[in-house]
């Protein structure tokens, strides 16, 4: 009597080391893929808070323009200074009012001044906000440094004078526009629409209240009503 073998021949332990093999490498390869996938929605996620954020901060800077109706007491400035790498970036620069203090320690009144452009260090660009509490027009520039926005690859502003659309608006203007465009755009050279937010925000007039003019020392002084 020929008793029946009951292991697995060679071939069959190669083919099934085979199979397990495969299944294996589909399986890390399907897991990468699922990381890499979850990376890059995180990624753009990210990217589009960070530009909503800075967007919605410059609209309510914009909303509380300080503008007593005399334009000698209002700064609203906005110009385009070249970058590296062929690239450009808007300087938008107003006064603007707020109750929160920068500086909880050092006396401040409620006006400010604030500026917005894209700073460029080597590969990394970020978006910058300047606050300056208690400006005066007598100092140089100063105040508080802020990032609201890193890998930004674009930060540009147009201003609409009731007429046509310009990428500046110099103080010799003299006057302010009707509408100002923002338009900010992540920096993901991998996509074809990285994540950006683009708002038109219509300058409207802010009450005086006790927000004082400007004068010698940075302090303020009380606006009376304008009569107009």
Do not use: H
């Not at 027009?137 to 440094?145: M, Q, W």
């Not at 006057?175 to 465009?181: T, Y």
């Amino acid at each position: 009597m020929i008793s029946k073998r009951t292991g697995f021949t060679l071939v069959e332990v190669l083919v099934a080391s085979t199979i397990g093999v495969f299944i294996a490498m589909v399986a890390v390869g399907a897991l990468r893929a699922i990381i890499a996938s979850a990376e890059m929605v995180d990624s753009n996620i990210n990217a589009a808070a960070e530009v909503r954020f800075a967007a919605n901060m410059i609209s309510r800077d914009l909303q509380n323009l300080y503008n007593d109706g005399n334009i000698e007491n209002t700064k609203f400035i906005g110009t385009v200074e070249p970058l590296e790498q062929d690239n450009y970036t808007s300087y938008l620069i107003f006064y603007t009012t707020g109750r929160t203090k920068a500086r909880i320690d050092q006396p401040e009144g409620d006006l400010y001044e604030v500026e917005y452009y894209l700073m460029q260090e080597g590969e990394t660009s970020s978006l910058m906000r300047r606050l300056w509490p208690n400006p005066s027009k007598d100092l140089e520039p100063g105040g508080i440094l802020t990032i609201i926005a890193e890998n930004i690859a674009a930060f540009e502003v147009q201003y609409y004078d009731g007429e046509e659309w310009s990428q500046e608006w110099p103080e010799e203007m003299q006057a302010l526009p009707e509408l100002v465009s923002i338009s900010i755009v992540a920096n993901q050279p991998k996509r074809s629409a990285p994540p950006s937010e683009s708002i038109i925000v219509k300058l409207v007039r802010a009450e005086a209240g006790d927000v004082g003019i400007l004068d010698g020392g940075g302090t303020t002084a009380e606006v009376p009503e304008s009569s107009g």
